[in-house]
């Protein structure tokens, strides 16, 4: 007779445990642990027998040698939007697993619809919905403009149904929207648990690596912004895409979580419109529009995601403190690295914060990830905190170490012709990064330091 097992897993980390926790041992977070049906265990006896019956298969005939396997040049689709081909690594991979995630209204339908227009000139579209009837889809359709044939709706949450349909009609690239409404009914959980969506996300798997058929699933956030149940998951699809940005603002930026054909550093900038989403071919330009001159408190950072240069407005306020404990705020930066940067200021700059609140952000909903960013952040705190203005064409870049030391960083050539592409006239970057490079090359005005305080010189009026 078989046995079920009850397990216990946290829909953040992954962490699996016999019984229930109210704090997960390993992330720490509250409230996280799911209930989850594990396949029955059957009886010794039962096991035994099936252990030898599937010892007699012979898999001899399955095994391939590496080099007859064949790889022909179309194994990726264009999906005919340039941003989303640079984040999926060169296009959509034949057979591929891809999660879209992101908050609700921030854009994951509109684009796979818009991706279906273009696809659906030479490639058969299945489009799946468990939550828009194909009415609601239809009318979204005709917003955004997207008219073709080889385009079916089809509107069921069965995943084992869904999965026969996909491979009976064989469509050259399948949507399934969302995965959180997607059911087994052998399961005995409700639809968007960990268990319903593990095993969902399993069977969609399958059937994209046996049909070779490209599949996007949709997948929605928690409250805390995450996936839900993103570790569940993550081993499972081969690439997880996830839209940034606040749904106020007309800007989105699509990252790469992880990519098994491609780099996780690229990303795409896009801007929603009445018409859909709007590649943002030059997004440094997007993120320093409506730039406020003579301002104190700002400087401009140039960081590179993936191979692409970006220039982003680094934002900084230091403000008298009515607490006994000043607050530090930190929006599009890391909250960690903001706090070691303030210590080094004080320690190797003489600049005290004891009394004052400090508010930093990055603009544009921009998130500053790289440690190339932290010389463009002392800058703009020294300015706020001193309240003198940067010259407006002055842009830095340069990791800060504790010793108040600016260590050099990659790709120099590259920040410097995309800032003087934009019209900067200055650069300041660490000292050591000026070895090897031609500076005949720029017309801008480029300073090496080697100190914080260095740096701070450079830019006291």
Not at 12 to 34: F, H, I, L, Q, V
Not at 135 to 157: E, M, P, W, Y
Request: include cysteine.
């Amino acid at each position: 007779m078989s046995k079920s097992k009850m397990a216990y897993i946290c829909a953040d980390c992954g962490y699996e445990s016999a019984k229930w926790n109210g704090r997960c041992p390993s992330c720490k977070e509250w409230n996280t642990m799911e209930e989850y049906s594990a396949p029955p265990v059957a009886a010794k006896g039962a096991k035994a027998k099936a252990s030898a019956e599937f010892s007699s298969v012979s898999l001899e005939n399955q095994i391939t040698v590496l080099s007859e396997i064949e790889a022909d040049g179309e194994a990726r689709y264009s999906t005919g939007i340039g941003e989303l081909d640079r984040v999926l690594g060169g296009g959509l991979v034949k057979g591929s697993l891809v999660l879209l995630g992101g908050e609700p209204g921030i854009g994951k339908s509109t684009i796979l619809l818009q991706i279906c227009g273009f696809l659906g000139e030479n490639q058969t579209i299945l489009y799946i919905s468990g939550e828009e009837s194909i009415r609601q889809i239809k009318l979204r359709a005709d917003r955004l403009g997207v008219f073709t044939n080889r385009l079916s709706l089809l509107h069921c949450s069965d995943a084992a149904s869904i999965a026969g349909a996909i491979s009976a009609a064989k469509p050259d690239i399948a949507i399934i929207d969302s995965i959180q409404t997607m059911a087994i009914a052998e399961i005995n959980s409700s639809a968007g648990s960990v268990t319903q969506v593990r095993e969902c996300t399993n069977l969609f798997m399958r059937t994209a690596k046996a049909e070779e058929i490209p599949i996007f699933i949709v997948g929605h956030v928690n409250k805390d912004g995450a996936i839900a149940g993103p570790k569940v998951m993550e081993h499972i699809v081969d690439a997880v895409l996830y839209f940034e940005g606040e749904r106020h603002l007309s800007y989105r930026i699509l990252r790469a979580v992880k990519n098994r054909y491609g780099s996780t550093n690229e990303i795409g900038v896009f801007e929603m419109s009445g018409a859909g989403l709007l590649e943002v071919k030059n997004p440094s330009a997007m993120m320093l529009s409506g730039r406020a001159e003579n301002v104190s408190g700002s400087c401009i950072a140039c960081i590179m995601e993936g191979s692409r240069p970006i220039l982003a407005e680094v934002q900084a306020l230091a403000a008298k403190s009515g607490f006994s404990a000043p607050r530090r705020t930190a929006t599009g930066f890391d909250y960690n690295r903001l706090s070691m940067l303030l210590a080094v200021l004080e320690k190797r700059a003489s600049m005290f914060f004891g009394t004052l609140d400090v508010y930093l952000n990055v603009v544009g909903g921009f998130k500053l990830l790289e440690p190339a960013g932290d010389l463009a952040v002392a800058l703009s705190i020294f300015s706020a905190f001193y309240d003198v203005p940067l010259d407006g064409s002055l842009t830095a870049f340069g990791e800060i170490g504790l010793g108040g030391e600016v260590r050099s960083v990659t790709n120099i050539a590259q920040r410097l012709a995309e800032a003087e592409r934009l019209g900067f006239k200055r650069c300041i970057i660490p000292e050591r990064s000026l070895r090897g490079l031609d500076v005949s090359g720029f017309t801008m005005e480029i300073a090496g330091v080697s100190s914080i305080r260095q740096a701070f010189g450079l830019v006291k009026s």
